[in-house]
């Protein structure tokens, strides 16, 4: 249990009873104001992801090189739009405006400029994963996208299998099982482009902007909140554990496309406390 942050009494009880295996469904009565904060958090991060996510996509269903390749974009747009509407349900049952959110947020803002890396920062008032802010500008952009961003979601993803909040737990098994789809159509487009050798080096190159802003989603591993989500049953593993699988597996495919991974190097994390709801 974490010892950075020091927890009242009933939070320590709240601690031990989910440990002992407490849940919580949208209408108990004793949900307490401490996990509700936090809960609306991580939900309110997903859904907006999820929205921002499917508004990237959507331009590469008319760029996709082929036919086939068009419809399956447009899969993953209506795949990840459903997601966020599933997300979205979730928080109007925990009495959220998720109609009023989205006419006042601009999820499909993205950043003009290519090679800016914004670390952890946050660019507008919405809750996405801040990698949502960068333009998926390539072809190559997008195949990136599938290979490492929707991985590294569903690794986040596998965490909530046995979620403390069971609406939650029940919704991520349909999510999960699309994302992995997702993922597989990244791997596949990852060893077509690692053949060629140009479109490989391009490949190269976009993986080396790509790899330190997926690497920055899951945080500081020396976070507050890491334990603390774990404490609530909302995750399993801290964001540096879920991260050392994610980078393990994304080493071995690289090695056996020819690619290089660029070091990274973790960024001093502002604290920012989750928003109140």
Same mark, same amino acid.
């Given at each position: ?8 009494? $009933? *939070? ?5 009873? @989910? ?6 469904? /949208?209408?108990? /009565?004793?949900?307490? /104001? +401490? ?5 609306? !958090? ?5 859904? &907006?992801?999820?929205?921002?996510? =499917?508004?990237? %996509? ?5 760029? =996709?090189?082929?036919?086939? *390749? ?9 795949? *990840? ?20 959110? @989205? ?16 670390? +952890? #920062?946050?660019? #507008?008032? $919405? ?7 960068? $333009? @998926?500008? %390539?072809?190559? $952009?997008?195949?990136? +996208? ?5 991985? =590294? =979601? ?10 403390? %909040? ?17 993922? /597989? ?15 490989? #080096? ?13 690497? !920055? ?8 909140? !890491? &334990? ?35 070091? %990274? #190097? ?12």
């Amino acid at each position: 249990m974490t010892t950075a942050h020091s927890y009242s009494p $009933d *939070e320590l009880q709240l601690f031990k009873d @989910i440990k002992n295996g407490k849940t919580f469904e /949208a209408d108990s /009565a004793d949900m307490p /104001a +401490f996990y509700r904060k936090h809960l609306l !958090n991580l939900l309110w991060m997903q859904g &907006d992801s999820e929205y921002s996510g =499917a508004l990237g %996509y959507m331009p590469y269903i008319e760029k =996709a090189p082929t036919l086939q *390749e068009k419809v399956l974009v447009a899969q993953m747009v209506k795949d *990840e739009m459903r997601h966020a509407s599933v997300i979205y349900r979730l928080l109007e049952e925990l009495g959220q405006n998720t109609a009023e959110h @989205i006419s006042k947020v601009d999820l499909g803002y993205k950043l003009e400029e290519d090679q800016i890396n914004i670390g +952890f #920062k946050r660019l #507008k008032d $919405d809750y996405r994963v801040n990698i949502f802010y960068y $333009d @998926i500008k %390539y072809w190559t $952009d997008y195949i990136l +996208f599938n290979f490492l961003m929707d991985r =590294a =979601a569903g690794h986040q993803l596998q965490d909530t299998f046995n979620s403390s %909040y069971i609406p939650w737990k029940k919704a991520i098994e349909g999510i999960y099982k699309e994302e992995v789809m997702h993922l /597989a159509h990244g791997d596949k487009w990852v060893r077509i482009l690692s053949k060629d050798p140009e479109q490989k #080096k391009f490949l190269q190159e976009r993986l080396n902007l790509w790899w330190p802003r997926v690497m !920055n989603i899951f945080g500081s591993t020396q976070g507050a909140s !890491n &334990d603390l989500y774990v404490n609530l049953g909302l995750k399993q593993r801290t964001n540096g554990e879920i991260r050392t699988v994610f980078v393990k597996e994304i080493e071995e495919m690289c090695a056996e496309a020819g690619l290089v991974l660029p070091v %990274y #190097k973790e960024e001093e994390q502002p604290k920012r406390e989750p928003k109140n709801h």
